[in-house]
C-alpha cells in the first residue's frame, strides 16, 4: 500500500470522507462539510475538493449540492472491478482497515461444481479456503474459495489470517491474470447470517468468480457474499469514439 503522501489530494479527500461516512460519523442524511471547510481542513483550492466530491456523487454516497452542502445517501462503500482479486486492496485504497479470520482451509477432493468450474476430474485434490472479511473491524463479506492443488498447497505455508492471499500467490509466482464475474443477490444460509451478524435469509450481495491464467487455465472458483448496507459494486463503461475517415 502506497502512503498517503503518494496519493493525490483529491483521493486523499475522497477516502477520508468515505471512512467517515462508513463509520457513522458523518450518518446517512446529514450534511458533509462545506468546500470552504474542506479547503482549509485540507489546506487545498477548490479543485481537489470538487474531485473529491465528484467521486463520492458518482458512487451514489452523497447527493444534493447546488449552492449548499452535499448530504450522505447512503453507506455502503463501492468496489470497482479492478480491485475484485484484492479486498485488501480495495479497503486500503478506501482508507479503510482490512481484515480477516480464517475459518477453514483444507485439502479435499474436488465437488462436483468446482469440477464444472475449474475443469477437473472427479476427485481430483483441491484446497478450500473459508474465510471472514472485515472492515474497520465490522464483518462484510464471506469467502468460499477453491484453489487447484498445485496453487492451493502453497496456502499451508502462509498465515491466511495477515493479508491478501492473492499478493501471496502472486509473489510465489502464481499467474493469476484473468477473471471471470458473475453478479447476482442471494439469501443468507445459517453461516452467513451467523458470521455477518444478520438475520438468516436477508439479502446479500453474491460475486461468483472463475480466476485462470495468462493462456486461460482455472487456477480459483469463488463465491463470495456481502453485506448490501456495506458494499455495493461499480462498473465504468468507456464507448470508443468512432472518426469518420475523409
Not at 478506501?94 to 479435499?108: K, S
Not at 505455508?157 to 477473471?179: E, N, R
Request: proline share 6%; with cysteine; glycine share 8%.
Amino acid at each position: 500500500m502506497s502512503s498517503d503522501v503518494d496519493r493525490p489530494l483529491h483521493i486523499q479527500i475522497a477516502a477520508d470522507l468515505r471512512r467517515r461516512i462508513a463509520t457513522g460519523d458523518l450518518p446517512e442524511g446529514a450534511a458533509l462539510p462545506s468546500e470552504s471547510q474542506l479547503c482549509d481542513q485540507w489546506g487545498v483550492s477548490r479543485g481537489p475538493v470538487r474531485q473529491a466530491l465528484a467521486a463520492l456523487r458518482a458512487e451514489g454516497l452523497i447527493g444534493g449540492g447546488r449552492g449548499k452542502p452535499p448530504l450522505v445517501r447512503g453507506r455502503a462503500v463501492p468496489q470497482s472491478f479492478e480491485t475484485f482479486l484484492s479486498f485488501s486492496r480495495w479497503a486500503e485504497d478506501m482508507g479503510r482497515t482490512p481484515g480477516q479470520r480464517t475459518l477453514e482451509i483444507a485439502r479435499r477432493p474436488a465437488s462436483a461444481e468446482a469440477c464444472d468450474v475449474l475443469g477437473l476430474a472427479e476427485g481430483e485434490p483441491v484446497v478450500q479456503l473459508l474465510r471472514l472479511r472485515l472492515l474497520d473491524g465490522s464483518p462484510t463479506m464471506i469467502e468460499r474459495t477453491t484453489f487447484v492443488w498445485p496453487v492451493g498447497r502453497l496456502l499451508f505455508d502462509h498465515d491466511c489470517d495477515s493479508g491478501s492471499i492473492y499478493a501471496f500467490l502472486s509473489d510465489q509466482g502464481a499467474d493469476l491474470s484473468q477473471a471471470h464475474h458473475v453478479i447476482d443477490a442471494i439469501g443468507a444460509d445459517e453461516t452467513d447470517a451467523e458470521l455477518l451478524g444478520i438475520s438468516a435469509g436477508a439479502a446479500l450481495l453474491r460475486e461468483r468468480r472463475r480466476t485462470s491464467t495468462a493462456e486461460g487455465d482455472p487456477v480459483e472458483y469463488s463465491d463470495d457474499r456481502y453485506r448490501p448496507d456495506l458494499v455495493a459494486f461499480t462498473i465504468e463503461n468507456f464507448q470508443q469514439v468512432r472518426r469518420a475517415i475523409a
